[in-house]
């Protein structure tokens, strides 16, 4: 049973640019969860979707960032009009439920770089 | 709000050496308390939990950590290191409640175990 995917593993745009992230969840998981991890700090909670819901994004920037879970596909966190302080690492989570009896298990993360 | 704070960057020790990583939190409400390793080019994974009960809690590959609420502690121990442990090991909590999915995570301490 493969891991948590995500694509590409490391990213270069220029100020300016959108940065697309893709985060594909263990088979038959279903809710996915984005973390961010700016220099020097831990990781931030984002947001969580199960498929084609946003169930909580309290921790999305108000502009410029999206994410989305199709009913097909993998889970996208998209930034436009990407700024130099975008410049972290970002990490994807999947889960089976909801709940602390389901664990989450993180993807090898996203290194964006914004020049 | 929480925050984590792992008082190490890095640890260096040599193979079968005891380690102790440390972890503080603060939160004005009570948490749940998870440390998980990341091995290089990996996803993070779990290693133990703290949800309730026995202060000492057991995880995998032969590490353990004590709650310590009144110190609002958490440290990650080991009697005997191998050098298989070299990772990047982070502290996190979550909230009880309904948003206990939300991680909050340290920086992480990088723990290299020489022979």
């Known amino acids: 049973n493969a891991g948590v995917m995500q694509n590409p593993r490391h990213l270069v745009r220029r100020r300016g640019q959108e940065a697309r992230l893709r985060c594909s969840p263990m088979k038959g998981h279903s809710h996915v969860y984005w973390y961010r991890q700016l220099p020097e700090e831990g990781l931030k909670f984002m947001v969580y979707l199960q498929k084609e819901n946003i169930i909580d994004e309290s921790g999305m920037p108000k502009e410029r960032f999206s994410a989305e879970f199709p009913k097909e596909g993998p889970s996208i966190l998209r930034i436009q009009q990407v700024v130099r302080g975008d410049s972290a690492a970002y990490f994807c989570?999947?889960?089976?439920?909801?709940?602390?009896?389901?664990?989450?298990?993180f993807g090898p993360g996203t290194r964006l770089t914004v020049t | 709000a929480q925050s984590v704070t792992q008082l190490d960057s890095q640890v260096p020790v040599f193979e079968e050496a005891p380690v102790e990583l440390r972890c503080n939190y603060s939160?004005?409400?009570?948490?749940?308390l998870f440390w998980y390793v990341q091995y290089p080019n990996q996803g993070l994974q779990l290693l133990l939990k703290y949800l309730s009960g026995s202060t000492l809690v057991k995880g995998i590959n032969g590490f353990e950590a004590e709650f310590n609420k009144s110190q609002t502690s958490f440290h990650l121990r080991k009697p005997s290191v191998h050098i298989s442990d070299t990772a990047e090991y982070f502290c996190?909590?979550?909230?009880?409640?309904?948003?206990?999915?939300?991680?909050?995570f340290g920086k992480g301490t990088l723990l290299t175990v020489n022979p």
């Open positions: 939160s004005s409400v009570s948490v749940y």
């Open positions: 996190a909590v979550s909230e009880r409640g309904g948003s206990n999915y939300k991680l909050t």
């Open positions: 989570a999947s889960s089976l439920d909801r709940g602390l009896d389901y664990e989450q298990y």
